[in-house]
């Protein structure tokens, strides 16, 4: 309990200095979000969108380490070896350092943009306060449920890593903080409900058919959001009503190149309900706005556009993921999710199980791009790959311009078909339909009489890599047995991260 005390003296420190910051800038910047409340005039109802764009730019901008963190632990992923981050690698096998400067970076990451969102609600209410007309009263109180989605979402990733954590609803964080640390399923609830009260200003479309904030988020992202929470909360029946609406509406599809849909052309697809935005604009030079994917990339290959750089290897597809992909002949979602290196080839092949290989399995990606051998990793992240052909000409770093998908389409089928698995009632598609489409676009047999294992092996080949899905499904039915995998041992105390030193540290040690 002291330890919670001294966090939470020490977030109303960090959150101070956060709010001190975004009140004090000159003026509102799209590429980091921050404004000065004392330079606005409320009463430019034009204006609004600004602070809007700001809590976009707050969830956009993620630091390199928040996916990492988030998705190292699921037995899909290992992280890279023989690098600089050693606590990294410790995480990965379930051994917690909460010294590690990953850990209190990522608490800071998300706690200061929930900062950022709450004030650009807050500053939009005022927008309304002074709107003189009913156009402006509806597109205030749009943007402010888009913000409270934005905010959704970052609590619920605090809350799957840390489990218990603060609520922060409003820029008063003293009075925020006195109402204390909230539960698990608390935050999973308070998620749900936020959902509900933003979804009736939202815009009833895909977020490709914004044309005011480019893939913003709409109804049916606070829908998916409100899901994801209900499935931590187990709570399957909400699961499928909030999927089901979703799939009802008939406004997605499964974009219908797997390998295509992680790279530019898949970009704003109608399969995808949220993703990030980034850009170079389509310039040789100048102004970017990416996504550091050097963390994903291989610090040796070949690639078609010689130019084109590495990256640090730190986010390794694992051999159990590969074997089990073999095992199913899903090939398609194997060359897309994994980039293969003769050394990790070469591995897979002294199991004898595996001695004769797909000759789909190649070091040569299908665009060309050929990943050698290079000493953190054996395999590569195909889903964080941006081919070096797609690049903009001049534009070198990896995965330039290329957007983050966080939600889409083919996860809203298959947390539906998993809530009829449990026992849940749907309306107008059964498990096995939605189970059949995702494995329809990829080219596998259809299944019958799908069960919640099958629903849970589905996830495993569709959704790798992404997210830590795989992770957060494994806990939340205690498989610890899947977790336990190449040497390692999980057990229930191993499910949460623990709170970062530096959040207890920075306080004297209280004696209650």
Known sequence: MKNLKLIARQLAVMLAICMTIFACTDKLEENDGQLAA????????????????????????????????????????????????????????????????????????????IVRIVSSRETIQNYKDFALTDEYVNKADQYMAECRVLNGFTHFQMSRLWGDIFIIQSSDIQAELANGVKTKAEVMQYISDSMDEAIPFLPDARPNEREDVVAG??????????????????????????????INSNKFMLYPDYYELFKKPGERSNENIFELQFSDYNTESGAVNNHL??????????????TASGGWGFYEPSLKFIKFMIDRGDQTRLVTSVNFTPRGIDEIMTDPEYATLPSYISNVTL????????????????KHYLPSNQLTPGRNSYGSGKNFIVIRYAEILLMYAEALTRGSSGVGMTADQAVNMVRGRVDMPGLSGVTTQDVLDEK???????????????????????????????TAQDELLPYPLAQLDLLPLEDN
């Open 367 to 382: 665009d060309g791009d050929v990943f050698n051998d290079y000493p953190r990793a054996m395999f590569g992240s195909g």
């Open 217 to 246: 988020v709409t109804k049916y992202t606070a829908l998916a959001i409100k899901a994801m929470a209900n499935l931590e909360l187990e709570n399957y029946q909400a699961v499928a009503d909030a999927t089901g609406e979703i």
């Open 38 to 113: 004392d330079d606005l005039d409320f009463t430019i109802s034009e204006d609004m969108i600004l602070p809007l764009i700001g809590a976009y730019s707050a969830v956009y901008s993620r630091g390199w380490e928040d996916p990492l963190l988030i998705g190292v632990r699921g037995d899909d992923v290992n992280a890279g070896g023989l690098g600089d981050q050693p606590l990294f690698a410790e995480t990965d096998v379930y051994n917690y350092d909460n010294n590690f400067w990953m850990f209190n970076q990522i608490w800071e990451n998300f706690y200061g943009d």
């Open 460 to 490: 495993f080949a569709e959704l790798s890599m992404e997210w830590g899905i795989r992770y957060f499904d494994m806990i939340r039915v205690d498989n610890y047995a899947e977790l336990s995998y190449e040497g390692r041992t999980f």
């Open 293 to 306: 994917y050097a963390p994903f990339g291989p610090s040796s290959w070949d690639p078609v556009v010689e």
